[in-house]
């Protein structure tokens, strides 16, 4: 299905930023998700991060994979900059497209099955690189776009549309980036605009990688008992010709209010999902700590938000590789091409 075009109508009271520009300056397509996917309320963050930073549209670079997850760089900043990748490659492009131009703002999005099945190794590698990026990583423990399929996010004892329960641990996404040396590490639900947003707006100014991975439920795919990231997939019939899947229309799950920093959100299933944010005397400055955190809440079958970790002082990847200030995109050819003298040289040390 293509994405729809919103008309151009614009209400004459919106806000406008310094720029003059509203929030529908910064929207995209009409989004072809499920009612009620929690992605939307994620492309709904970004827009308002966006355009609380005053950040020109342009001047933005926003990348991809495959997935539902990657079908959300369609519905925000449609005069950006893009590139929607193969799967689990949107990491290398990312860092080609950095390398080449580093005086763009870069956003990629992603899903678990993106990131950390097919594109584990090139989020790693990322996250080595420290790619000057926000990573929005909409977690919901399936391949929605496949029909549910458990991704490596699955918990254990998740049951998938047909009854069968995964029995393979998960990669917490959160505890893998705190493991390899990222420079800024955050978790949110989608469900909690009031927090994701300034998590995000964070992320677009850090310098280096900047990781938030977002528990975003989905309608369609993965509604489970005991599920802790979606809703219940639910059948209708068999037609003779073709499976006919019904996705019923549900309302948006919106975070309730917090309670010394839980909060305990029923999904629609009528499982519940604890999320505990930071504590005021929390440091995200001390790795070890972050990681002792999250995997304290894990052990109390809660989910640990905010921001978990940041590194002010790490260098980006043109810091470790001692690039040009100037965009190498705008370097003259002359430049760039040392001549046939100096290649030859080069290639003489290798052999």
């Known amino acids: 299905m293509t994405s729809i075009v919103k008309p151009p109508v614009r209400h004459p009271g919106l806000k406008k930023n310094a720029l003059g520009l509203t929030t529908r300056d910064y929207e995209g397509a009409m989004s072809t998700l499920c009612a009620g996917c929690g992605h939307d309320s994620v492309t709904a963050a970004v827009i ?16 991809s994979g495959i997935g539902c997850s990657s079908k959300t760089t369609a519905y925000f900043m449609k005069q950006s900059h893009g590139f929607n990748s193969v799967h689990g490659r949107m990491p290398s492009v990312a860092s080609g497209a950095n390398a080449a131009n580093r005086d763009l703002i870069y956003i990629g999005i992603s899903g678990d099955g993106d990131s950390l099945n097919i594109g584990l190794g090139q989020l790693c590698h990322a996250i080595r ?30 049951t998938s549309k047909k009854g069968e329960a995964n029995v393979q641990p998960p990669i917490d996404p959160v505890l893998l980036a705190l493991t390899l040396g990222a420079t800024f590490v955050a978790r949110s639900f989608s469900g909690d605009k009031p927090q994701l947003i300034p998590i995000i707006k964070a992320g ?40 006919a899947d019904f996705v019923p229309l549900r309302k ?39 990681y002792s ?27 470790l590789n001692n690039t040009v200030r100037k965009p190498l995109a705008e370097v003259p050819f002359e430049a ?12 003489e040390e290798y052999r």
């Open 129 to 158: 690189r420290n790619v000057n990026m926000l990573y929005v990583l909409e977690n919901n423990g399936v391949y929605g776009l496949t029909k549910g399929q458990f991704s490596a996010a699955a918990d254990v004892g998740s």
């Open 204 to 243: 677009l100014k850090h310098n280096g990688f900047a990781l938030i991975d977002v528990i975003s439920p989905c309608v369609s795919f993965n509604d489970h008992e005991g599920s802790t990231k979606s809703y219940k997939y639910t059948r209708e019939h068999d037609v003779e010709i073709a499976d």
């Open 336 to 347: 760039l091409c040392p001549g046939r003298k100096a290649l030859q040289a080069l290639m």
């Open 48 to 63: 308002q991060a966006f355009w609380e930073l005053e950040i020109p549209p342009h001047r933005a670079a926003k990348m």
């Open 252 to 290: 948006e799950i919106t975070s309730p209010e917090k309670v010394d920093g839980r909060v305990s959100v029923v999904m629609h299933d009528g499982s519940l999902v604890r999320f505990r944010e930071t504590g005021e005397g929390y440091d995200p400055r001390n790795r070890e700590n972050a």
């Open 293 to 319: 955190h999250v995997r304290a809440c894990q052990l109390r079958g809660e989910v640990a938000t905010g921001l978990l970790f940041i590194n002010e002082d790490g260098r980006d990847m043109h810091a």
